[in-house]
């Protein structure tokens, strides 16, 4: 039998044609992209659970137009630029000579701020600071030197740094949500109706300011967003016995991460005191909260027969009692045992100052039970 031979020949490969890529633009962040705690839309009660770690900074020229610059990349990253505005931006840049960045578009904003102030009466200049009656005056005065330096194309001193009616303004005309992450890890919110009426379904721009009063912008990590809204499917699935809603099941996870607590295990803890004090859900997960120090090595049957022997001076009943007084606000009724107790000795010390006579440890539990 005889075979062909196989010649290999050289191939000629011709030039790929390689296409321009053009990248999909981001998703737009708005009230419906996420939720924390459960009510169906994102708001001001999810942002506390988001801090710096949830977002990629993004820096900014500090030239202070920091925040505007901040702003303009959200409006152009996003396109919310109106076809006319672009247009604008474009024609004024092709008459201007040298590289004037983004001046165009700095100034198109801190004038809309500045159109939208002048036509509402502006109470106080500056977040934290009193009313006043020159607080109009020294915003528009704030507002118009900013205003003449970017159009020489120059930064501007603290004169001329942007504050709260620029942040409410710009939200209010560009019809956009404004978050901005303070140091201290509390958030600020504009329009400052929007806390407490809702976001809307208006796109939501995250910057962070600085100790240095110094705007950057803040890109939400959407692979992290969305690895949360597995978490809490993983939750409702593991927590077999307690079924938590959606809303509770957002609570228990910003309060017990994956990486401590498991579902089994937070199932199992809460179903134990729902059982043992007769209470819900709710109040189970509060009161496994501020023990979860004590149960990296116990179990909560062993730290709940603990806390009771530290309360042997009160009855079953009204050990149940204590420790479950209160209200999900307050929180009065799910301290430990411990904290119970030198609360109740202090307050026993000042009663008896007070009233110049002695209280049982039981009258002054009754008297912390009825609110006093």
């Not at 500045?114 to 200049?125: M, N, T």
């Not at 504009?190 to 796109?203: A, L, Q």
């Not at 202090?346 to 007070?354: D, W």
Request: contains cysteine.
């Amino acid at each position: 039998m005889s075979f062909n031979t196989i010649v290999t020949k050289p191939v000629t490969v011709k030039k790929l044609k390689i296409c321009k890529l053009i990248r999909a633009p981001p998703v737009q962040f708005n009230s419906l992209s996420i939720d924390f705690d459960g009510d169906g839309v994102f708001g001001a009660d999810d942002l506390k659970v988001l801090s710096k770690r949830h977002f990629y900074e993004k820096w900014s020229v500090g030239d202070g137009h920091c925040f505007f610059r901040v702003l303009h990349r959200f409006m152009k990253m996003y396109r919310l630029y109106t076809n006319d505005e672009v247009s604008y931006f474009k024609k004024t840049k092709a008459k201007l000579k040298g590289n004037v960045e983004n001046f165009p578009e700095i100034c198109y904003l801190r004038r809309l701020a500045q159109k939208f102030c002048s036509k509402i009466p502006i109470h106080k200049y500056g977040r934290d600071c009193p009313a006043s009656d020159d607080a109009m005056d020294y915003a528009a005065e704030s507002q118009e030197y900013g205003l003449a330096q970017a159009r020489m194309f120059l930064g501007t001193s603290a004169m001329g740094y942007a504050d709260s009616p620029d942040y409410e303004a710009c939200a209010n005309v560009l019809k956009i949500i404004i978050c901005i992450l303070q140091m201290d890890g509390k958030w600020q919110i504009f329009p400052d109706e929007s806390s407490e009426k809702g976001f809307g379904n208006w796109p939501i721009m995250f910057a962070y300011n600085s100790g240095a009063i110094h705007f950057n912008s803040l890109l939400p990590k959407m692979d992290e967003i969305i690895l949360r809204k597995e978490e809490l499917e993983e939750l409702k699935i593991g927590m077999t016995k307690c079924k938590p809603t959606q809303k509770q099941a957002c609570h228990i996870l910003s309060y017990f991460p994956k990486a401590h607590f498991d579902p089994k295990m937070i199932d199992g803890h809460c179903d134990y005191i729902i059982k043992y004090f007769s209470t819900g859900l709710d109040t189970a997960v509060e009161m496994l909260y501020v023990r979860r120090r004590d149960l990296i090595e116990n179990e909560i049957d062993e730290c709940i027969e603990k806390e009771k022997k530290l309360m042997l001076a009160f009855s079953h009943d009204m050990f149940i009692k204590l420790m479950t007084y209160g209200s999900l606000k307050t929180k009065a009724g799910f301290k430990t045992a411990h904290d119970l107790m030198l609360y109740l000795g202090e307050k026993n010390l000042y009663l008896t100052r007070r009233d110049h006579k002695q209280y049982t440890f039981d009258q002054v539990a009754q008297i912390y039970l009825n609110g006093d």
